[in-house]
């Protein structure tokens, strides 16, 4: 093996127990990387405390949501948002993570193995959504962030990056994959057959619709 990857830091609750599985699991010399699907605190909130933690880590997301992460921009990131939903507590703050690096669409992620990972560049939720397509042995994945969910739920919120075109590209894109499984950011999982929660999505939205919003 040649690294280990972890897909999105949480909010920072938990970083500390995070970085330590990270760090365990790559070993000493293993390579570490911090891969996120975007930059909504509930995913990239916990990126400051885990470069903290884990010499090393290599941090990506998708550009613009890269940069904002590196300055802590709660605005762009969409945090005062949560406070005013009552998602995150009034004090919270998003701990800036200098270290954040863009990842480019189809730029890839090789652990060893015969395990890479593919980033699939997805707007629509949020600027610089970013699914991450695990190529292993044991079969395909989806890493889908909060663009797509089982049954081919969406979410879509009233926030200043979310864009329905660039949405229903992104789904069109992703159906053309073909996965065993599909890992959302949210809710419930998918091990076997999950192409079908994909062209569910893409198949609503051919008709001029939209897929139900989770949020
Ligand atoms: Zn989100």
């Known amino acids: 093996m ?8 949480g909010a920072g609750v938990s970083a500390g127990l ?3 599985r990270l760090l365990a699991a790559a070993g000493p010399a293993g390579e570490r990387h911090l891969l996120l699907t975007h930059g909504h605190a509930d995913h990239a ?5 885990m470069a903290r933690l884990v010499p090393a880590l290599d941090v990506r997301a998708g ?16 945090v005062d948002r949560g406070k005013a939903s009552g998602v995150y507590p009034a004090e919270y703050g998003f701990a800036a993570c200098p270290s954040a690096r863009p990842i480019g669409d189809g730029e890839q992620v090789d652990l060893g193995g015969g ?7 997805t707007p629509g939720h949020a ?6 397509l695990l190529d292993a042995p044991e079969g395909r994945a989806l890493f889908s962030g909060d663009c797509v969910f089982t049954g081919g739920r969406i979410s879509l919120q009233n926030l200043h990056d979310a864009r329905v075109p660039e949405y229903a590209a ?9 996965i065993d499984m599909l890992l959302p950011g949210h809710h419930e999982i998918s091990l076997a ?4 929660h994909l062209t569910a999505a893409r198949d609503v939205l051919r008709r001029g619709l939209l897929p139900g919003s989770t949020t």
Do not use: N, Q
């Open 63 to 78: 550009a613009p949501a890269d940069a904002w992460i590196a300055s802590g921009d709660e605005e762009m990131l969409s």
């Open 127 to 132: 600027d610089g959504h970013t699914c991450y």
């Open 115 to 121: 395990v890479v990972l593919t980033a699939v560049a």
């Open 193 to 196: 057959r999950a192409g079908r």
């Open 45 to 49: 909130g916990g990126a400051a405390e």
């Open 2 to 9: 040649r690294g280990v990857a972890l897909i999105d830091a």
């Open 170 to 178: 992104s789904l069109d894109r992703l159906a053309e994959l073909e």
């Open 18 to 20: 995070f970085g330590r």
